[in-house]
C-alpha cells in the first residue's frame, strides 16, 4: 500500500513512508545517522491496516529507510492482529517475538555490548529477534467497506521493556487513529531526543506533553530493590508519570487461573520444557507467556518462546513439526486447530475467558494429556509432569486471604514474585557455590605462567555436596530436589546458566593474571634470562589483555591498566632497535 506522507518537518532520511524494498539487511547508517538514539530504544514503528484485498497490509514503517525482509513484512502483519477466533473489540494490547530473517545481524546500535555487560542478564538487548508491542484497535465504522476500522500501531525493538513500550502505546495510539501520519512523525522525533537507556540510571522521557520516568535495572542491582520513587529534586513540569519497572507485568493477574499450579508450571519452565499456553485472545496468551518466562529471574530464560503465535507464522512448521521430539519453545496460540495440531505435545495449558469479578476465577485443572482430544476441550493444564517439590501451601493461603480482603493486586504481584524469586535462588545458590569452587584459589595465579584452568563440572559431586549445602538451608519446601537437579541438568538452562557462569570467571581468571603480572617488581630481572621471543610473546599478551580489558571484559581496575602500559614500553625499550619499530611502528 502506499504510505502516508506525513506533515511537519522531516530528518533527513528519515521521513515517513511505505514499507520500503525488500532486503535482508539495514540501511548503511553513518555514526551522525539522525536516529541513532531513537534506535537506542526501537528498531522501528509500523501500521498494519486490513485490505479487502490483501487481508493484513503493511501500511507504513518509520523509519522510511529501515528496510524488512519480505518475510519479516509478513510476520508482523500476521502477529500484529489478533486471530479471528478472538473477536477482539474495542482496543487490545498484546506482545509477540519473531526471528530476524538470516539470523544475526549487526545492530544499529553501536553500544549493544557496553549495555549488555551492565543489563541484567533477562533484559539483554535481544541478539536475532524482534519483540514486536502492538496496540490493536477494531471498532464499528460504516464509513469503511468492511464495517469495521480494523488497525495496529505496532512498536519493533529488541529490549524487553514489556511495561514501558505497553504505557507508551496507550499514550501514543489513540492519538495516532484520530490524526495519523503527522502526530506519529512528531512522537518519533520526540524519542529521538531520549537519552539512551543506561542501566543504573532514572530518566525521563518526555512524549506528547508527559513525561514517563523510568529506571533502568542494572546487574548489580539487588533484585529485591524497592520500586522506583520520584525524584524530589527533579522540578519538572508536567509532572513525571512513574513506571515502577520497565519491564515486570502484573504477575498475580496473569496468574490468576492457574495459581495453584504456578510452581508445577515454574517446574517445567526451569526444565525448559515446551509448553504450548491457548488463551481466549493474544493480550492474554502474550502475557502469560511473559509471566512464565520470568518467573526464573534472576536466571536468564534460554529457550525460544512467542508470545503470540498463529498458523500463518514462517516457522509454523518448524515449530509443530510431529517427525522430531518438540523444540524447548514456549508458544502462545489462540486459535483451537492448535490443539489438534500439537496433540504430541507433553504440556498443554488451556485457559479459559477472563472473570470480571474481584474473587479469584475457578482454577484450571490438571488433566491427563490423552484427555486432549477434542477442539472444545474445558481448561486445564494436560501433563503427564509429576512435580518434583510439594506445593506450597503457604503461599496460595496468603494469597487467597489477600483475595477475600481485596489487597490490592500490586501487592499480590511483589508476593508471588518474591516466593517464585525465592524458589529460584534457592535452586540456584547450591549451583553458584560448587561453581566458585571450581576456581583456582588466588595465590596459584603466579605473573610468568599462564594462569590455571577452571576445573570441570562434576554432576555427581554437585550431587554429594547438596547433603550439607542443599537448597533445604534456604527453602522450606520438601520434595526430590536430586531428581530436578538431574533433569535441569539437561536442559538449555543449565547449559545457558553453565556457559555464562564459566565465560565471566575465565574473565575474572584473566583479570587476575593481569594484576599479578603488573604487581610483580622484578620484570627486569625476568627478563634477563628470556630469549627475545618470549619477551615478544609477553608484549603481544599484554596487549591482548590489555584490548580485551578496555572493551569492558576483563573486570579491571584502571590503575592495573595504567601499570600494564607502562610494563609494555618498559620490555619494548629492553627489545633490539628493529624489534621495537615492529612493535611499535611509527
Same mark, same amino acid.
Given at each position: 500500500?502506499?504510505?502516508?506522507?506525513?506533515?511537519?518537518?522531516?530528518?533527513?532520511?528519515?521521513?515517513?513512508?511505505?514499507?520500503?524494498?525488500?532486503?535482508?539487511?539495514?540501511?548503511?547508517?553513518?555514526?551522525?545517522?539522525?536516529?541513532?538514539?531513537?534506535?537506542?530504544?526501537?528498531?522501528?514503528?509500523?501500521?498494519?491496516?486490513?485490505?479487502?484485498?490483501?487481508?493484513?497490509?503493511?501500511?507504513?514503517?518509520?523509519?522510511?529507510?529501515?528496510?524488512?525482509?519480505?518475510?519479516?513484512?509478513?510476520?508482523?502483519?500476521?502477529?500484529?492482529?489478533?486471530? !479471528?477466533?478472538?473477536?477482539?473489540?474495542?482496543?487490545?494490547?498484546?506482545?509477540?517475538?519473531?526471528?530476524?530473517?538470516?539470523?544475526?545481524?549487526?545492530?544499529?546500535?553501536?553500544?549493544?555490548?557496553?549495555?549488555?555487560?551492565?543489563? $541484567?542478564?533477562?533484559?539483554?538487548?535481544?541478539?536475532?529477534?524482534?519483540?514486536?508491542?502492538?496496540?490493536?484497535?477494531?471498532?464499528?465504522?460504516?464509513?469503511?467497506?468492511?464495517?469495521?476500522?480494523?488497525?495496529?500501531?505496532?512498536?519493533?525493538?529488541?529490549?524487553?521493556?514489556?511495561?514501558?513500550? @505497553?504505557?507508551?502505546?496507550?499514550?501514543?495510539?489513540?492519538? /495516532?487513529?484520530?490524526?495519523?501520519?503527522?502526530?506519529?512523525?512528531?512522537?518519533?522525533?520526540?524519542?529521538?531526543?531520549?537519552?539512551?537507556?543506561?542501566?543504573?540510571?532514572?530518566?525521563?522521557?518526555?512524549?506528547?506533553?508527559?513525561?514517563?520516568?523510568?529506571?533502568?535495572?542494572?546487574?548489580?542491582?539487588?533484585?529485591?530493590?524497592?520500586?522506583?520513587?520520584?525524584?524530589?529534586?527533579?522540578?519538572?513540569?508536567?509532572?513525571?508519570?512513574?513506571?515502577?519497572?520497565?519491564?515486570?507485568?502484573?504477575?498475580?493477574?496473569?496468574?490468576?487461573?492457574?495459581?495453584?499450579?504456578?510452581?508445577?508450571?515454574?517446574? &517445567?519452565?526451569?526444565?525448559?520444557?515446551?509448553?504450548?499456553?491457548?488463551?481466549?485472545?493474544?493480550?492474554?496468551?502474550?502475557?502469560?507467556?511473559?509471566? &512464565?518466562?520470568?518467573?526464573?529471574?534472576?536466571?536468564?530464560?534460554?529457550?525460544?518462546?512467542? $508470545?503470540?503465535?498463529?498458523?500463518?507464522? !514462517?516457522?509454523?512448521?518448524?515449530?509443530?513439526?510431529?517427525?522430531?521430539?518438540?523444540?524447548?519453545?514456549?508458544?502462545?496460540?489462540?486459535?483451537?486447530?492448535?490443539?489438534?495440531?500439537?496433540?504430541?505435545? $507433553?504440556?498443554?495449558?488451556?485457559?479459559?475467558?477472563?472473570?470480571?469479578?474481584?474473587?479469584?476465577?475457578?482454577?484450571?485443572?490438571?488433566?491427563?494429556?490423552?484427555?486432549?482430544?477434542?477442539?472444545?476441550?474445558? $481448561?486445564?493444564? /494436560?501433563?503427564?509432569?509429576?512435580?518434583?517439590?510439594?506445593?506450597?501451601?503457604?503461599?496460595?493461603?496468603?494469597?487467597?486471604?489477600?483475595?477475600?480482603?481485596?489487597?490490592?493486586?500490586?501487592?499480590?504481584?511483589?508476593? &508471588?514474585?518474591?516466593?517464585?524469586?525465592?524458589?529460584?535462588?534457592?535452586?540456584?545458590?547450591?549451583?553458584?557455590?560448587?561453581?566458585?569452587?571450581?576456581?583456582?584459589?588466588?595465590?596459584?595465579?603466579?605473573?610468568?605462567?599462564?594462569?590455571?584452568?577452571?576445573?570441570?563440572?562434576?554432576?555427581?559431586?554437585? &550431587?554429594? !555436596?547438596?547433603?550439607?549445602?542443599?537448597? @533445604?538451608?534456604?527453602?522450606?519446601?520438601?520434595?526430590?530436589?536430586?531428581?530436578?537437579?538431574?533433569?535441569?541438568?539437561? !536442559?538449555?538452562?543449565?547449559?545457558?546458566?553453565?556457559?555464562?557462569?564459566?565465560?565471566?570467571?575465565?574473565?575474572?581468571?584473566?583479570?587476575?593474571?593481569?594484576?599479578?603480572?603488573?604487581?610483580?617488581?622484578?620484570?627486569?630481572?625476568?627478563?634477563?634470562?628470556?630469549?627475545?621471543?618470549?619477551?615478544?610473546?609477553?608484549?603481544?599478551?599484554?596487549?591482548?589483555?590489555?584490548?580485551?580489558?578496555?572493551?569492558?571484559?576483563?573486570?579491571?581496575?584502571?590503575?592495573?591498566?595504567?601499570?600494564?602500559?607502562?610494563?609494555?614500553?618498559?620490555?619494548?625499550?629492553?627489545?633490539?632497535?628493529?624489534?621495537?619499530?615492529?612493535?611499535?611502528?611509527?
Amino acid at each position: 500500500m502506499e504510505g502516508r506522507a506525513g506533515a511537519g518537518s522531516r530528518r533527513a532520511g528519515g521521513g515517513l513512508g511505505a514499507a520500503g524494498p525488500t532486503s535482508s539487511g539495514r540501511a548503511m547508517r553513518t555514526p551522525e545517522a539522525p536516529w541513532e538514539r531513537f534506535s537506542a530504544w526501537l528498531e522501528c514503528v509500523c501500521v498494519v491496516t486490513f485490505d479487502l484485498e490483501l487481508g493484513q497490509a503493511l501500511e507504513l514503517v518509520y523509519p522510511s529507510d529501515f528496510q524488512l525482509t519480505d518475510k519479516e513484512k509478513s510476520s508482523i502483519c500476521y502477529l500484529s492482529f489478533p486471530d !479471528s477466533h478472538s473477536g477482539c473489540l474495542g482496543d487490545t494490547q498484546f506482545s509477540f517475538r519473531m526471528r530476524q530473517c538470516g539470523g544475526q545481524r549487526s545492530p544499529w546500535h553501536a553500544d549493544d555490548r557496553h549495555y549488555n555487560s551492565m543489563a $541484567p542478564v533477562a533484559l539483554q538487548r535481544e541478539p536475532a529477534h524482534y519483540l514486536g508491542y502492538v496496540y490493536f484497535r477494531q471498532v464499528k465504522d460504516s464509513s469503511v467497506k468492511r464495517g469495521y476500522f480494523q488497525k495496529s500501531l505496532v512498536l519493533v525493538s529488541r529490549l524487553p521493556f514489556v511495561r514501558l513500550f @505497553q504505557s507508551l502505546l496507550s499514550l501514543i495510539a489513540p492519538e /495516532y487513529f484520530e490524526k495519523l501520519a503527522p502526530c506519529l512523525e512528531a512522537v518519533c522525533n520526540e524519542i529521538d531526543q531520549w537519552p539512551a537507556p543506561v542501566p543504573g540510571q532514572t530518566l525521563n522521557l518526555p512524549v506528547m506533553g508527559v513525561v514517563i520516568q523510568v529506571r533502568i535495572p542494572s546487574r548489580v542491582d539487588r533484585p529485591e530493590s524497592s520500586p522506583l520513587k520520584q525524584c524530589a529534586q527533579e522540578n519538572l513540569l508536567p509532572a513525571p508519570v512513574v513506571l515502577a519497572s520497565v519491564h515486570e507485568l502484573d504477575l498475580f493477574r496473569c496468574f490468576r487461573p492457574v495459581l495453584t499450579h504456578v510452581q508445577m508450571l515454574w517446574e &517445567l519452565m526451569l526444565l525448559g520444557e515446551p509448553l504450548v499456553v491457548l488463551a481466549p485472545s493474544p493480550d492474554m496468551s502474550s502475557e502469560l507467556v511473559l509471566a &512464565l518466562t520470568s518467573c526464573l529471574q534472576p536466571l536468564k530464560f534460554c529457550c525460544d518462546f512467542r $508470545p503470540y503465535f498463529t498458523v500463518h507464522d !514462517s516457522e509454523f512448521k518448524e515449530l509443530t513439526t510431529r517427525t522430531q521430539a518438540p523444540p524447548n519453545v514456549v508458544l502462545g496460540v489462540t486459535n483451537p486447530f492448535f490443539i489438534k495440531t500439537l496433540q504430541h505435545w $507433553p504440556h498443554v495449558l488451556r485457559i479459559g475467558e477472563p472473570k470480571t469479578s474481584g474473587d479469584l476465577p475457578k482454577q484450571v485443572k490438571l488433566k491427563k494429556p490423552s484427555r486432549l482430544k477434542t477442539l472444545d476441550t474445558k $481448561p486445564g493444564l /494436560y501433563t503427564s509432569y509429576t512435580a518434583h517439590l510439594h506445593r506450597d501451601k503457604a503461599l496460595l493461603k496468603r494469597l487467597l486471604k489477600g483475595v477475600q480482603k481485596k489487597r490490592p493486586w500490586d501487592l499480590q504481584s511483589a508476593l &508471588l514474585r518474591q516466593r517464585l524469586l525465592e524458589l529460584t535462588q534457592s535452586f540456584i545458590i547450591p549451583l553458584e557455590h560448587y561453581m566458585a569452587s571450581l576456581m583456582p584459589l588466588q595465590q596459584s595465579i603466579t605473573p610468568w605462567k599462564s594462569p590455571p584452568q577452571i576445573r570441570p563440572f562434576r554432576q555427581d559431586d554437585f &550431587l554429594r !555436596s547438596l547433603e550439607h549445602a542443599g537448597p @533445604q538451608l534456604t527453602c522450606i519446601l520438601k520434595g526430590d530436589w536430586l531428581g530436578l537437579y538431574r533433569r535441569f541438568f539437561k !536442559s538449555p538452562h543449565f547449559d545457558g546458566w553453565y556457559r555464562q557462569r564459566h565465560k565471566e570467571m575465565a574473565q575474572k581468571l584473566e583479570a587476575l593474571h593481569l594484576e599479578a603480572i603488573c604487581e610483580a617488581q622484578n620484570i627486569e630481572a625476568w627478563m634477563k634470562d628470556k630469549s627475545e621471543v618470549e619477551v615478544v610473546d609477553l608484549v603481544l599478551k599484554l596487549r591482548e589483555k590489555l584490548i580485551r580489558a578496555q572493551d569492558h571484559q576483563l573486570p579491571v581496575k584502571e590503575m592495573t591498566l595504567q601499570r600494564a602500559q607502562l610494563y609494555i614500553k618498559t620490555v619494548i625499550g629492553s627489545l633490539p632497535k628493529d624489534l621495537q619499530t615492529v612493535l611499535c611502528p611509527p
